[in-house]
């Protein structure tokens, strides 16, 4: 069950490369499925064998604890202080995967999320050239998010100098929005609950690396991730 994932997962996800189509383009989404360090043999193989039947996914492959650390230590060579904390036993094994049509990107997350044996799912855009213009942003926040809280990620949301179509989505409108995605997607639409979903901050900005601002929202309080995902997925 999702749990957020620790320090050293999130090290693994941003090592992960990230660019993709030309944005008028649907644009294929890079799913990872961060399997609990305790996950059983039986749990493994039922979680692989759901996301290779979810309605889109492809090309699905399971990264070991052994290579993911042989991974690392080529990905993070110039950053000595993230590869002093890197062992090889707190890595987790991963899933890899790729959602082909981004409407249904975010759903096929959620309810993986919710897998016995799988401790978080992340979302990025794929590695795909040539990288678009724009990309979409999702700002997710958690479900304790205070008042307070709310009103500094709106506030700093909001002073994005190159964000673009800034809205705010409740959880019953990302879960009537997913739903109505999903229809037509196999069993995806039942599996599909409204308490998998999050209030979030969306909006789209230019895919330039140039002060973003995006690495600041992570660090806010109240926020649960930020996603970085082709415009079809918003």
Same mark, same amino acid.
């Given at each position: 069950?999702?749990?957020?994932?620790?320090?050293?997962?999130?090290?693994?996800?941003?090592?992960?490369?990230?660019?993709?189509?030309?944005?008028?383009?649907?644009?294929?989404?890079?799913?990872? @499925?961060? %399997?609990?360090?305790?996950? /059983?043999?039986? !749990?493994?193989?039922? &979680? #692989?064998?759901?996301? $290779?039947?979810? *309605?889109?996914?492809?090309?699905?492959?399971?990264e070991?604890?052994?290579?993911?650390?042989?991974?690392?230590?080529?990905?993070l060579?110039?950053?000595?202080?993230?590869?002093a904390?890197?062992?090889?036993?707190?890595?987790p094994?991963?899933?890899?995967?790729?959602?082909?049509?981004?409407?249904?990107?975010?759903a096929?997350?959620?309810?993986?999320?919710?897998?016995?044996?799988?401790?978080?799912?992340?979302?990025?855009?794929?590695?795909?050239?040539?990288?678009?213009?724009?990309?979409?942003?999702? @700002?997710? %926040?958690?479900?304790?998010? /205070?008042?307070? !809280?709310?009103?500094? &990620? #709106?506030?700093?949301? $909001?002073?994005? *100098?190159?964000?673009?179509s800034?809205?705010?989505?409740?959880?019953?409108?990302?879960?009537?929005?997913?739903?109505?995605?999903?229809?037509?997607?196999g069993?995806?639409?039942?599996?599909l609950?409204?308490?998998?979903?999050?209030?979030?901050?969306?909006?789209?900005?230019?895919?330039?690396?140039?002060?973003?601002?995006?690495?600041?929202?992570?660090?806010?309080?109240?926020?649960?991730?930020?996603?970085?995902?082709?415009?079809?997925?918003?």
């Amino acid at each position: 069950m999702r749990r957020g994932a620790p320090l050293l997962s999130l090290v693994v996800l941003l090592a992960l490369p990230a660019c993709t189509s030309k944005p008028e383009e649907p644009g294929d989404v890079a799913l990872t @499925v961060f %399997l609990d360090n305790d996950v /059983t043999v039986a !749990q493994k193989g039922s &979680v #692989e064998q759901q996301l $290779r039947s979810m *309605p889109s996914v492809t090309e699905a492959s399971l990264e070991t604890r052994e290579q993911a650390y042989e991974r690392q230590k080529a990905d993070l060579k110039d950053q000595p202080d993230l590869l002093a904390a890197l062992k090889p036993e707190y890595l987790p094994e991963l899933l890899h995967a790729t959602v082909s049509d981004p409407s249904i990107a975010e759903a096929v997350e959620l309810v993986m999320a919710e897998a016995d044996g799988v401790q978080d799912v992340a979302l990025r855009i794929a590695d795909v050239d040539p990288r678009p213009s724009r990309i979409g942003v999702i @700002v997710r %926040l958690t479900s304790s998010a /205070t008042d307070e !809280q709310r009103a500094a &990620v #709106e506030t700093a949301v $909001r002073a994005l *100098p190159t964000a673009k179509s800034i809205e705010f989505e409740d959880r019953d409108a990302a879960y009537e929005r997913l739903r109505k995605r999903c229809q037509g997607k196999g069993d995806l639409s039942t599996q599909l609950q409204p308490q998998m979903t999050r209030e979030s901050w969306r909006f789209e900005m230019p895919l330039n690396g140039e002060g973003s601002g995006v690495g600041e929202l992570m660090r806010l309080d109240g926020v649960d991730g930020v996603p970085l995902a082709p415009l079809a997925m918003l």
